[in-house]
């Protein structure tokens, strides 16, 4: 690598539960720089998720952690290029990039359901990963299933 490593930004914890985590999911739900609307769509969809979920005995947001919990993947395929063919080749996840993708999976996954405010659909996808359903949870399975298919290219890993 020719230039060195960016460094690592630091996150402020969020102002309500003081929690890195929810900052950066924050981060990852804002638009065009819109970070108090982001974190009122967050806290709302926590709201929501407390009230629907009254009998789990968690706080909404142990509820949500689990949830980015069961959608987080924990290998993944990528591209490799072996004398003119192109390998599906299965590698783990880093620890830094399979929150990454939980997060922007639930993100593009709430925006894409049917409701009438995020913060609905945010709640609503957060309770089916919580339950390990919905379309987040399914691209998890979807990634372990592609990654088990082609685990006899594991030994191009670079």
């Not at 969020?14 to 806290?43: H, Q």
């Not at 969809?45 to 009998?55: Q, R, S």
């Not at 080749?89 to 922007?104: D, F, G, Q, T, Y």
């Not at 409701?115 to 996808?125: N, T």
């Given at each position: ?77 990528k591209s490799r290029r ?77």
């Open positions: 690598m020719r230039k060195a490593k960016p460094k690592k930004r630091i996150l402020l914890p969020d102002p309500k539960y003081g929690d890195v985590l929810v900052t950066r999911f924050v981060n990852s739900l804002m638009l065009d720089g819109k970070k108090s609307i982001a974190y009122t769509i967050f806290y709302d969809a926590l709201d929501i998720v407390g009230e629907k979920m009254k009998d789990a005995e968690k706080a909404p947001l142990e509820i949500w952690k689990k949830a980015i919990e069961n959608i987080t993947p924990q290998v993944e395929v072996v004398g003119g063919a192109t390998f599906q080749v299965p590698i783990e996840v880093r620890p830094e990039r399979k929150i990454a993708l939980s997060m922007k999976n639930m993100v593009v996954f709430s925006r894409r359901r049917a409701g009438r405010s995020m913060a609905e659909k945010l709640a609503a996808e957060i309770m089916a990963a919580f339950n390990e359903e919905g379309a987040a949870f399914k691209r998890k399975e979807e990634m372990h299933r592609m990654a088990e298919a082609n685990k006899a290219f594991a030994h191009f890993r670079f």
